[in-house]
């Protein structure tokens, strides 16, 4: 299946979890937030998390700003 | 004499000065400046996650250790209430349910004024979804009065435009504001060196938060040592109350005694 992160195409396994997804792209254990389709999705809540085809997920993390 | 502390949102601080942690060279430069800064309030900003870039890139929340320091999410680059909001929303899931926010909604990219309306209507549903929220304002005491009023925990109007190095500007109108406020009002963007921030906490401001002026100076270090010394010198002058101002000279020696 297909989802966007941050704006790019991923393929994915069908029934991928979110947290399959952030252990793939190395950030798992980082301090950061994830929406799917601009809803928050809870840290707690990232390995029973399915993907769908379609999904639109955000990852973001703090950097430096005033 | 007792401590005199800053308070926000119902925790108190001993430094006066809150920094932004944006335009450093690297980190390493940015964890020197903070430290020389005294800051316990730090800004950050909330951006999208690089996906597949340096994974073992050190993380800037490893430099400034939300242990050690407040962190203060801000809502830099949102031009409506909605993206205001979502960033807020991100930085609460991304500090593990962390409350303080700086809201800041700009009008445009070419003065990074804040619009007003956006604002305003930000605030209100931060306010009922339970942020702390401090607010990056113009210096209109009626604006500022209003976000007061919807349950702001810090006013924070421009000295002059954020990274203009500018100084205060209107000094007058950030007087009104401080003057009716009941909460601390603090002077955001357009500070440009050492004696900005005095001028600020000269005038009776509870705090000074600013980025540029540290990190653009030739040498961000030393720089943000001279703001913790300028914040300090200016709050303790307003605390001391400045001798009144006199059109002519008053002798500092006595009269007396002069030999003839």
Redesign the interface.
């Known amino acids: 299946m297909q989802i966007q992160?941050?704006?790019?195409t991923r393929t994915l396994d069908a029934g991928s979890t979110l947290l399959q997804l952030i252990q793939l792209?190395?950030?798992e254990g980082?301090?950061?937030?994830?929406?799917i389709n601009?809803e928050?999705v809870?840290?707690s809540e990232h390995g029973s998390t399915i993907l769908n085809e379609g999904d639109n997920i955000?990852?973001?993390?703090?950097?430096?700003?005033? | 004499m007792t401590q005199d502390l800053l308070t926000i949102a119902g925790k108190s601080y001993q430094s006066r000065l809150l920094v932004g942690t944006g335009k450093y060279k690297d980190l390493d430069e940015t964890g020197r400046a903070i430290a020389a800064s005294g800051a316990e309030i730090v800004t950050v900003a909330v951006r999208r996650t690089n996906i597949g870039q340096n994974a073992d890139e050190p993380n800037l929340l490893d430099v400034i250790s939300p242990d050690k320091y407040t962190i203060l999410p801000n809502t830099a680059g949102c031009y409506t209430a909605d993206d205001a909001v979502r960033t807020c929303r991100l930085a609460r899931e991304l500090l593990d349910g962390h409350k303080l926010v700086k809201l800041e909604v700009l009008g445009d990219q070419k003065t990074l004024y804040p619009d007003m309306e956006e604002t305003l209507k930000a605030m209100d549903t931060l306010v009922k979804d339970g942020f702390d929220v401090m607010v990056y304002c113009n210096d209109d005491p009626i604006a500022a009065k209003k976000l007061e009023d919807m349950g702001a925990c810090a006013i924070m109007p421009l000295g002059s435009l954020i990274g203009s190095g500018l100084g205060i500007l209107n000094p007058h109108n950030i007087r009104i504001i401080m003057e009716s406020a009941n909460i601390p009002v603090l002077v955001d963007a357009g500070v440009g060196t050492a004696s900005d921030a005095a001028i600020a906490m000269e005038m009776g401001c509870e705090a000074v938060l600013m980025n540029t002026a540290i990190a653009a100076a030739k040498d961000p270090v030393l720089m943000a040592s001279a703001m913790k010394k300028a914040i300090e010198a200016g709050r303790e002058a307003y605390l001391a109350g400045r001798m009144p101002r006199k059109k002519y000279a008053s002798a500092s020696s006595p009269l007396d005694g002069l030999i003839d």
């Open positions: 992160v941050n704006g790019d792209l190395e950030l980082k301090r950061i937030a994830v929406e601009e928050i809870p840290r955000e990852i973001v993390h703090a950097i430096g700003g005033g």
